[in-house]
Each structure stands twice: as structure tokens, then as C-alpha cells.
């Protein structure tokens, strides 16, 4: 495996620690605050079956596109947000989001910033991947 990785052609840029130690240059604002997710970033969120993480990320995603605090996590303004789940299908995604017990005002900024699909099966090929971004460039 390692191997491939090394045949991959691929620069992998490193420092010495006194790179590290000596460079003054400002670090790049969170997207949500406290570097809870920073630019190029990847966020995971895992757990056991039917703990809640879906309603845990759909309340989550919802404040972020509107731009509000959840439980201490603050976005740096309200962000777009492109959600490709493979989980729900439509209409169970549409009963959790109309039964949302949210503020009005917070649901209206959110409703235009957040873009949910339904269940989707994707092998995330290079012609999938260019699909998603073409859709999430429309909207």
C-alpha cells in the first residue's frame, strides 16, 4: 500500500519543527468556530446504529446555514451547505425537516443555504464527483 501511495506521483510537502516554530504568518479563520472545521478540512461524524446521528447533523447543518450558534459551535457567517446523504430517502428527510421545532427566522435564512439529497448510491467516480459539483453549482 505503500508503494502505490509512493508511485503516485505526488509531492508530499514537509517542514523541520524550526520551519514550524519560526513561521509568524496568520493562521486561516474557522469556517465553524472552534476549529471545529477549518478550510480544507474533512469532518467524520460516527457512532453506534440509531444513536441519532442523523438528527444530531441535520439540527447541526440547519444552524450552520443559518449562521448560528449550536452547542458552542459558531459558523464565521451563515454557509452554504451541499448535504449528500445516503441514508434517508426523500419523504423520511422531509417529515425530520418539517418537524423541526426551530425558529421561524432561522429556518427561512437556513432553507436557501442548505441543500439536501435523498438516499443516494454513488461509487464517487471521477464523473459522479464532477455531477455533484455541477448540481451544487445550479443551486
Known amino acids: 500500500m505503500l508503494q502505490d501511495f509512493l508511485t503516485t506521483g505526488q509531492k508530499i510537502p514537509f517542514f523541520s519543527m524550526k520551519e514550524y516554530l519560526n513561521d509568524q504568518s ?3 479563520k474557522d469556517i465553524v468556530s472552534p ?6 478540512s474533512l469532518l467524520v461524524l460516527g457512532g453506534p446504529p440509531k444513536i441519532g446521528k442523523s ?5 447541526w447543518l440547519v444552524h450552520m446555514a443559518a449562521g448560528v450558534s ?3 459551535m459558531t459558523p464565521s457567517r451563515p454557509l452554504k ?13 422531509k ?3 418539517q418537524c423541526l421545532q426551530l425558529d421561524p427566522e432561522l429556518l427561512a435564512i437556513a ?10 448510491h454513488l461509487s464517487f467516480c471521477h464523473e459522479e464527483i464532477n455531477y455533484i459539483k455541477e448540481i451544487a453549482k445550479e443551486r
Request: proline letters at 5%; hydrophobic letters at 45%; zero cysteines.
Open 35 to 40: 476549529r471545529i472545521l477549518t478550510q480544507r
Open 95 to 97: 417529515e425530520r425537516l
Open 111 to 120: 432553507a436557501n443555504n442548505l441543500i439536501i439529497t435523498p438516499k443516494v
Open 55 to 59: 438528527d444530531f447533523l441535520i439540527s
Open 81 to 93: 451547505i451541499f448535504y449528500m446523504q445516503t441514508e434517508i430517502e426523500y419523504e423520511y428527510m
Open 26 to 28: 496568520s493562521i486561516p
Open 70 to 72: 449550536f452547542l458552542g
